[in-house]
């Protein structure tokens, strides 16, 4: 199995068999899958990683019909997938467009059906997955603090990339949110300065007060509020 451009493992046709005997679990609700999960992860090499694309699968058919509690479902096995889990759903955060291998049909609020050839990311599957990755953790920060994440083209990809590493709230999550104060931007600024007020009152993380107090300074009247 190669994740990006590396190879992380190797898995047999029996490998595979037990995964998915074991993933069937996960998508029944069945209570053995928490054992058969911590036994899959025990293996190491490739099978956190196997798992975390499950799970991102999951997620992307789980936006179109499913609930809160599936969202949190998925977060809770995140977090236990870990590191190997941050690529697959931060990618996916500020990924605004994918080709679909098939035109789809699609209904608009008018009533008019059209043809959608593109997959585009929104608001509320951003928002999911900075749930996703605050709920990985402290593991999620350096990749989210890069500048491809922290600076990524789209507006909504930095603002949720921004809430993720306030909702997380350690250290250089807050250092990294603190260097977002010298955008240009002011919803960038507006943006870290929310995201840091997670960082104090969610995480009780007292570093994040100092830049706070510098946003009350900022010359957008949004940004002080």
């Given at each position: 199995l190669f994740v990006e451009n590396v190879e992380v493992g190797r898995l047999t046709r029996d490998d595979w068999r037990q995964f998915n005997e074991a993933w069937l679990l996960f998508v029944r609700k069945d209570k053995a899958w928490e054992p058969a999960r911590d036994a899959w992860l025990a293996r190491g090499g490739a099978a956190p990683y196997v798992l975390a694309e499950n799970l991102l699968r999951y997620f992307i058919s789980a936006t179109a019909y499913g609930t809160r509690q599936e969202i949190a479902?998925?977060?809770?096995?995140?977090?236990?997938?870990?590191?190997?889990?941050?690529?697959?759903?931060?990618?996916?955060?500020?990924?605004?467009?994918?080709?679909?291998?098939?035109?789809?049909?699609?209904?608009?609020?008018?009533?008019?059906?059209?043809?959608?050839?593109?997959?585009?990311?929104?608001?509320?599957?951003?928002?999911?997955?900075?749930?996703?990755?605050?709920?990985?953790?402290?593991?999620?920060?350096?990749?989210?603090?890069?500048?491809?994440?922290?600076?990524?083209?789209?507006?909504?990809?930095?603002?949720?990339?921004?809430?993720?590493?306030?909702?997380?709230?350690?250290?250089?999550?807050i250092a990294a949110l603190g260097s977002m104060q010298g955008s240009a931007d002011w919803q960038d600024r507006g943006s870290a300065a929310k995201s840091l007020g997670f960082a104090l009152n969610l995480r009780k993380n007292p570093k994040a007060r100092p830049y706070l107090e510098r946003a009350m300074s900022d010359p957008d009247g949004f940004v002080r509020k």
């Open positions: 479902r998925i977060a809770v096995n995140a977090k236990v997938v870990g590191a190997p889990a941050v690529g697959y759903f931060a990618n996916f955060l500020v990924l605004e467009s994918w080709p679909l291998k098939e035109p789809a049909k699609v209904r608009g609020p008018d009533g008019n059906v059209r043809t959608v050839t593109e997959w585009r990311n929104d608001d509320v599957t951003r928002q999911q997955l900075a749930i996703i990755l605050s709920a990985v953790g402290p593991a999620a920060v350096p990749r989210l603090a890069s500048p491809p994440f922290l600076r990524a083209p789209q507006p909504s990809a930095r603002r949720y990339v921004m809430y993720a590493l306030g909702r997380i709230g350690d250290d250089p999550a």
